[in-house]
T-cell receptor, first 112, second 118 residues
Framework: ELKVEQNPLFLSMQEGKNYTIYCNYSTTSDRLYWYRQDPGKSLESLFVLLSNGAVKQEGRLMASLDTKARLSTLHITAAVHDLSATYFCAVDYRSGSEKLVFGKGTKLTVNP | DGGITQSPKYLFRKEGQNVTLSCEQN?????MYWYRQDPGQGLRLIYY???????QKGDIAEGYSVSREKKESFPLTVTSAQKNPTAFYLC?????????????????FGPGTRLTVL
């Protein structure tokens, strides 16, 4: 059974600081997704990482995937308040199956 | 503009009632999904369908039923057998190939339905 663990689950940081969210998963997969959710809202797709060593960047967010370590990271650079949200990683249950298992999410709060 | 719609936004159910949540997409996506989200939790897969007239159980299908009679529609019924249905329900869809702003193999989510049992 595929398990996906994110840490930390809660993250409070100051504007301008850098931090990394980690996503570990338990079985082989080469497809990983990052989503953002604002309070009371739906999920917004941020990144899809499809191969070992994949790196994607948009604005102050950068995601990477190491399939050998079964680890993805979401790095936040010079955080701003607008980044406050809950971030989920999701892993393809079996590569190409389109059946995703989600982590519990990391609630990020960026303080002025 | 294409997208995924869910209705209603809020739904209240009495004990013993069945209720149906609507999910429609005009993205021409083949695959559709239903997830449940409880407070402070990730999403858990209820049912999914990769093609019309076919669907598969997810991890928590008990007490739920679905149909997929049309490509664009994937309604979810929460039956009275579901003992703890209060949650946020999210529908998603995906396709094999990239089309415009929608990437291949990525699930895109509707706005959700918040179901409360009275």
């Amino acid at each position: 059974e595929l398990k996906v663990e994110q840490n930390p689950l809660f993250l409070s940081m100051q504007e301008g600081k850098n931090y990394t969210i980690y996503c570990n998963y338990s079985t082989t997969s080469d497809r990983l997704y990052w989503y953002r959710q604002d309070p009371g809202k739906s999920l917004e797709s941020l990144f899809v990482l499809l191969s070992n060593g994949a790196v994607k960047q948009e604005g102050r967010l950068m995601a990477s995937l190491d399939t050998k370590a079964r680890l993805s990271t979401l790095h936040i650079t010079a955080a701003v308040h607008d980044l406050s949200a809950t971030y989920f990683c999701a892993v393809d249950y079996r590569s190409g199956s389109e059946k995703l298992v989600f982590g519990k999410g990391t609630k990020l709060t960026v303080n002025p | 503009d294409g997208g995924i719609t869910q209705s209603p936004k809020y739904l209240f159910r009495k004990e013993g009632q069945n209720v149906t949540l609507s999910c429609e997409q005009n993205l021409n996506h083949d695959a559709m999904y239903w997830y449940r989200q409880d407070p402070g939790q990730g999403l858990r897969l209820i049912y999914y369908s990769q093609i019309v007239n076919d669907f598969q159980k997810g991890d928590i299908a008990e007490g739920y039923s679905v149909s997929r009679e049309k490509k664009e529609s994937f309604p979810l019924t929460v039956t009275s057998a579901q003992k703890n249905p209060t949650a946020f329900y999210l529908c998603a869809s995906s396709r094999d190939g990239t089309s415009g702003r929608f990437r291949a193999d990525t699930q895109y989510f509707g706005p959700g339905t918040r179901l409360t049992v009275l």
